[in-house]
């Protein structure tokens, strides 16, 4: 059997100073077993993701140690942005991707976050599948009130940390640490200049669906005083209405577990949907790297005998079915983690 594959995606809330990024990636690949797939930084939201693929244990060496570099270097009392975030190294969640599973993710956020908490005395809470109370599965609900209402939300009993002081650091902040399954960044573009089309789309596909409105368009709601809803045809996907540029609309996603919704499916139902609306699907756009498993399941819904198709065969049916070379060349070997990661 291969070696486990699991991947880590810190964020730290820094993306303005290019000396300060670099140096932690830099502490990233001085890391030997350790692939640095990339590294997203945004001046406006002054944030950098940071994502890096290796062994188990390797892993967890690199991610303790860009975060004490982080934590070095970033001061939270200097940070303003658009994100929302709560720490200088905000959160930090471990990803099954080959030969592993969410068990052992749940594993490395633990430890990653006691050495956090015991050795360098920072607040970490443990979130997503990592979580051991249900209030704080969801990151939103740990992150509300950001960095500013965490001196006062530290002290409630519930909202002691997992791992650290019960005390507000204001150097630093807090840290999340977690584990998740891979979030595929998959958009569609449409040909149209109507973002509200785009949407229309999107409400239909999504797991939250869109409000249900009476005849006069105003909210139904329930006995319990909370807005119906009308629910979308995919579970696990996140979809907005979104803009590529000023004359393409596109339906933007998040992909929270391919094997229950993957890139295939949302493509021919987009597809199917914009034929209503009389419109065409004139690409395929992922953000970000894809497991290979992903890929493999498109390839095997678009190639006309994938019984017989060889691994490459299933990639190339797959971009050509999800149209993913339409805005320039798509280079598997540097966009699917596995092969990205040799």
């Known amino acids: 059997m291969s070696e486990a594959l699991i991947e880590c995606v810190p964020n730290f809330s820094e993306g303005k100073n290019t000396e300060v990024i670099q140096k932690i990636t830099r502490s990233i ?46 001061d939270m009392r200097k940070h303003s942005g658009e994100h929302a975030r709560m720490g200088a190294v905000d959160v930090v969640p471990f990803i099954p991707i080959s030969n592993c599973n969410m068990k052992d993710c749940i594993s490395l956020a633990e430890r990653f976050g006691k050495y956090l908490g015991e050795e360098l005395n920072i607040p970490v809470y443990l979130y997503a599948n990592a979580a051991r ?3 704080r599965k969801l990151l939103p609900n740990i992150r509300k009130g950001e960095y500013e209402g965490f001196n006062d939300k530290i002290k409630h009993d519930e909202w002691k940390p997992d791992f ?64 119906e809803r009308i629910q979308g045809k995919f579970s696990d996907l996140q979809a907005a209405g979104w803009m590529y540029d000023q004359t393409t609309a596109q339906v933007s996603m998040n992909l929270l577990n ?14 199917k949907e914009a034929t209503k609306l009389n419109l065409k699907v004139t690409a395929g756009e992922l953000v970000g ?54």
């Not at 993701?49 to 982080?70: M, R, T």
């Not at 391919?258 to 597809?271: A, C, L, N, Q």
């Open 29 to 74: 690949k001085e890391i030997e077993g350790v692939t640095l797939l990339d590294v997203d930084s945004s001046e406006d939201f002054n944030r950098t993701v940071i994502s890096f693929v290796g062994s188990p244990e390797n892993v967890l060496i690199a991610a303790k140690k860009c975060a004490k570099k982080g934590l070095e270097l970033i």
């Open 133 to 135: 109370t249900n209030e």
């Open 164 to 227: 650290g002081p019960q005390e507000f650091i204001a150097k630093s902040g807090v840290t999340a640490s977690g584990a998740r399954s891979v979030l595929i960044a998959f958009n569609i573009n449409l040909d149209t200049d109507d973002k509200s089309l785009a949407n229309s789309i999107a409400g239909k596909i999504r797991t939250s669906g869109v409000l249900k409105k009476d005849k006069e368009g105003n909210k139904i709601i329930d006995v319990n005083g909370k807005p």
């Open 258 to 271: 391919f094997s229950k919704t993957g890139m295939h499916d949302v493509m021919e139902e987009i597809k």
């Open 289 to 342: 790297l894809v497991p290979l498993n992903a890929i493999l399941d498109s390839g095997k819904f678009y190639h006309s005998n994938p019984s017989s198709a060889s691994v490459e065969d299933l990639v190339n049916a797959a971009i050509d079915g999800l149209m993913l070379s339409n805005l320039g060349e798509f280079d598997s070997n540097r966009r699917i983690i596995e092969w990205a990661a040799k």
